[in-house]
């Protein structure tokens, strides 16, 4: 399975890539991760890397395309992957789609983790932290026993500058503004499914593992090692009536 997940700052789309991962022995590409291993090489596009940022530039097109090209086309990936942070827009989802043609590993599926601007407003503007134990809290749907005070630990919470509600909503919106042309794009490709993001986040990978259908017509990991079994349990905690039918097959 090659997938690209995509969805908004606070979606959860980070977990489920995780999730993801491990159930179907997929590997995640996150260019976020991409970037640090190549400053930590020290090779010629880690030093340019860390130049940029040091400048506080955005790091070129150019560079994280060599980069996602050198990591895509590792034999490790041939068993499938999630895609994580990219493309971000409409022209790198045009290049990336030639890039993996070229290699022969087209995209298969794009999961859109699809999130009301409610909830993603509360889960990121109630989102607090221990000074102390870093434990994560919400004031709205996981609050301390004690307002402010950590339950873990008796430290001090406090709100990351960022996830204040102003720039937390500029964020929705720019992250708004740049998916609608990639969201056009994939739905006319008729490779976009859409997740609901809104519950739990077990209801949600439940939901995933559905609509990607395993154990139904495709079985998608069939030729990855292991994966029979893998497929199979992903399908008895998904649905237990399907499990039958694979087994019969
Ligand atoms: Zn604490």
Known sequence: MRIVILGAPGS????????LAQKFGLTSVM????LRAAVAEQGAFGREVKELQDAGRAVTEDIMLSL??????????QAGFILDGFPRNLLQALTLDELLIEIEQPLELILLIDIETDTLMERLVGRRACHAC?????IYNNPTVVEGICDVCGG???QRSDDNEETVSSRIHVFDHLISS?????????RLLRIDGNGEIDAVFQHICKVIGVGEARTPMGKA??????AQQAVVSGNKTKTTTLKKR
Not at 225 to 230: A, L, V, W
């Open 182 to 190: 990639l969201i056009t794009h994939y739905e006319r490709q008729e």
């Open 12 to 19: 959860g789309k980070r977990t489920q890539t995780g999730l």
């Open 225 to 230: 090692k292991g994966s029979s079994t893998e």
């Open 134 to 138: 870093g434990l994560l809290y919400n």
């Open 156 to 158: 001090g919470l406090y």
């Open 31 to 34: 260019t976020g991760e991409l």
């Open 68 to 77: 996602l090209w050198k990591r895509l086309r590792e034999p490790e990936l």
